[in-house]
């Protein structure tokens, strides 16, 4: 049973350039999150999708948008990049939350961005 | 507003003593999750347990246990005879039931067990 897998894993752009990272859920999941963990913090909330739609959105600029695709996989993008974006972007998978059903939701190794 | 708290940043034990993490939440909602993750120097969380808030019932797996009490809003993380493996940043984590399961995490705790 393959699980949440995330491309690439290591990544470095320079400031002002673009950036996109790839997740694959795991199998059997329909739904993809994605989480942005700077060093020392716990993870936040970037968005959630869903039927190929944006679900959730957390605090986060317009420069971050996302795609998922028929498959269920999903993008994410980063426009402008900033030196504050560097962060280890963690993509996680679940079933959408049905009453009291099942709720786990399952990380990817993450990929890790630097931006210089 | 949702908040989760882990007051502890750093916690350093020798092998097989117990330890236990702490978690407080907060939230306006009646109804919720609550998670712990552990996230070993790879970078992967891995999921270790999900508690809704109607079931208050302590749960044991192994050497980890876990005391949910709501009247004091804390979801504490206890492991029996650490072992150096058990060396990670453990997050605690809330989520609304009925809004589409974005995880508010804590700062994270880390655990390191000396042989």
């Known amino acids: 049973d393959a699980g949440v897998t995330q491309s690439p894993t290591h990544l470095i752009k320079t400031r002002g350039q673009q950036v996109t990272l790839r997740c694959s859920p795991k199998?059997?999941?329909?739904?993809v999150s994605w989480y942005q963990q700077a060093l020392g913090q716990g993870p936040q909330f970037i968005f959630q999708?869903?039927?190929?739609?944006?679900?959730q959105r957390g605090n986060f600029p317009d420069r971050f948008s996302g795609h998922q695709f028929p498959n269920y996989s999903s993008e994410l993008n980063v426009n402008a990049l900033l030196l504050g974006d560097s962060a280890l972007y963690l993509c996680?998978?679940?079933?959408?939350?049905?009453?009291?059903?099942?709720?786990?939701?399952?990380f990817g190794p993450g990929t890790r961005l630097t931006v210089t | 507003a949702q908040k989760v708290t882990q007051a502890q940043t750093e916690i350093s034990v020798v092998e097989k003593e117990d330890v236990t993490l702490d978690c407080v939440y907060e939230?306006?909602?009646?109804?919720?999750?609550l998670f712990w993750y552990k996230q070993p120097p790879s970078g992967e969380l891995v999921f270790l347990i999900r508690?809704?808030?109607?079931?208050?019932q302590n749960e044991i797996s192994g050497r980890y246990s876990w005391n949910f009490q709501k009247s004091t809003s804390s979801f504490n993380f206890t492991i029996t005879a650490s072992q150096v493996v058990d060396s990670a940043v453990y997050f605690c984590?809330?989520?609304?039931?009925?809004?589409?399961?974005?995880?508010?995490f804590g700062q994270g705790t880390e655990l390191s067990v000396k042989p």
């Open positions: 996680a998978s679940s079933f959408p939350a049905v009453g009291q059903g099942r709720y786990e939701q399952y």
């Open positions: 199998s059997g999941h329909d739904t």
């Open positions: 999708y869903y039927e190929e739609e944006e679900r």
């Open positions: 939230t306006r909602d009646t109804t919720y999750y």
């Open positions: 508690r809704n808030s109607f079931d208050e």
């Open positions: 984590a809330l989520s609304a039931i009925w809004r589409g399961g974005k995880l508010i």
